[in-house]
């Protein structure tokens, strides 16, 4: 059941899982008018860091929880990273700032990260945190199931839309119907 898109209306898609399609003349335009600051920090120095510091601050923050043992400690601190990352890299849309006029606002900030380039040093990086830790987290919560099952689809819900096949492709469920 579709409407009329003359009238203004959006037209629905059955389909959840749907592919962005490629940026138009004036979209790669606008883009190359003006530095894309949003994603351009990841190649900064300190920016690598600071996931390596965010993710020891999440450990000490929960092993000081009183109550908390170290398996759940290692597990939480894999949740959070994880929720973190998948919101800030794939979840949010566009730019927080108003300089680039709207030119990146269908793309996630994967997407943004070396002009959507793949397996470039940054994007390696950041592929890399959440797998090394997940390793560390099955490792410190003794190969149990549990744990291991909790950890296990955390991470892929950050790596699979890291890999090269699910670039600009959305999952619809939570997100809106795109305008066709």
């Known amino acids: 059941m579709s409407t009329s898109t003359a009238a203004g ?7 959840l ?17 003006l ?28 092993d000081t929880v009183p109550g908390v043992s170290q398996e759940t400690s290692w597990t939480l601190t894999n949740i959070s990273y994880m929720a973190g990352s998948y919101l ?4 949010v849309h566009g730019i927080p700032f108003e300089f680039n006029a709207g030119a990146y ?35 410190y919560t003794h190969y149990d199931l549990t744990y291991f099952t909790i ?13 090269p096949f699910s670039h600009r492709m959305r999952v619809g469920l939570f997100q809106p119907i795109p305008e066709e």
């Not at 209306?9 to 389909?15: A, H, L």
């Not at 899982?17 to 008018?33: G, N």
């Not at 269908?106 to 397996?119: K, R, V």
């Open 17 to 33: 899982i749907y592919q962005e399609p490629p940026e138009s003349i004036e979209q790669r335009t606008d883009q190359a008018a």
């Open 105 to 139: 606002d269908h793309l996630n900030m994967w997407e943004q990260i070396d002009n959507g380039d793949q397996y470039t040093p940054t994007k390696k990086f950041l592929l890399t945190v959440p797998v090394v830790l997940f390793l560390l987290s099955t490792h």
């Open 151 to 163: 950890n296990f689809l955390s991470v892929l819900a950050v790596v699979i839309p890291k890999l």
């Open 35 to 62: 530095p894309n600051l949003n994603a351009t920090w990841v190649n900064s120095k300190g920016a690598w860091s600071i996931h390596i510091i965010i993710i020891a601050m999440l450990k000490i923050f929960y």
């Open 88 to 91: 800030m890299f794939h979840w």
């Open 9 to 15: 209306r959006r037209r629905r898609s059955s389909s």
